[in-house]
């Protein structure tokens, strides 16, 4: 009969539960990972020297700074969120 030493095999289960744990990763919330898209500026139309013409300018450059700063905000907020998020987690 075969006589078998069974120490080798014992040894490397022994040395396996020797290992680190492997770190558990947490990624954030999807909602919190992208930020609004700036707004495309305006084709604004040419200057004539009339009122009118200067209202609609003026409109079109009051939307565009409106949503330049809704996007900021979204994007802040968002920033604070994951702020909020880590230190939560940590």
Same mark, same amino acid.
């Given at each position: 009969m075969l006589k078998m030493n069974y120490w080798? &095999?014992?040894?490397? !289960? #022994?040395?396996a539960a020797c290992g680190?744990?492997?770190?558990v990763i947490i990624a /954030? /919330?999807?909602e919190l990972a992208t930020c609004a898209d700036a707004p495309e500026a305006p084709e604004l139309p040419? +200057?004539?020297?009339?009122?009118?013409v200067q209202m609609v300018? %003026?409109?079109m450059i009051l939307? !565009?700074?409106?949503?330049?700063?809704? $996007?900021?905000g %979204?994007?802040?907020? +968002? &920033?604070?969120g994951l #702020?909020?998020?880590? $230190?939560?987690v940590e």
């Open positions: 080798p &095999v014992i040894g490397l !289960f #022994a040395l680190q744990p492997r770190p /954030p /919330p999807a040419a +200057k004539d020297g009339t009122d009118a300018r %003026d409109q939307t !565009f700074i409106l949503a330049l700063r809704s $996007a900021y %979204d994007c802040r907020a +968002k &920033v604070d #702020a909020a998020w880590r $230190a939560g």
